[in-house]
Nanobody, 116 residues
């Protein structure tokens, strides 16, 4: 399985971005996916996850601002990020299957930079 992430960029605080992660196979609808991020000097952390059944969960720091969703027909998972803050600056990675410890498949990472 290959995961291809895209959609990162530079945005001002308060702005929005949508990240996409396309899979080479039908993995998201069965096993779910997660979005992680890693800021410089910090550990990688789970930002949002969606299970095979469609249940979602979010890190406290992004609740109410980020939304994870998927399009099963396109084998794609999205992360809609609104009201972005400078502390959201990081490299974002998609991951599958969705597990508490992370799955074995990772996208290549996409940089999100939020300016103040």
């Amino acid at each position: 399985v290959q995961l291809q992430a895209s959609g990162g960029g530079l945005v001002q605080a308060g702005g929005s971005l949508r990240l996409s992660c396309a899979a080479s196979g039908n993995i998201f609808s069965i096993f779910g996916a997660g979005w992680y991020r890693q800021a410089p000097g910090k550990q990688r952390e789970l930002v949002a996850g969606i299970t095979g059944a469609g249940n979602t969960n979010y890190a406290d720091s992004v609740k109410g601002r980020f939304t994870i969703s998927r399009d099963n027909a396109k084998n794609t998972v999205y992360l809609q990020m609104n009201s972005l803050k400078p502390e959201d600056t990081a490299v974002y990675y998609c991951n599958a299957p969705f597990r508490s410890t992370g799955g074995p498949y990772w996208g290549q990472g996409t940089q999100v930079t939020v300016s103040s």
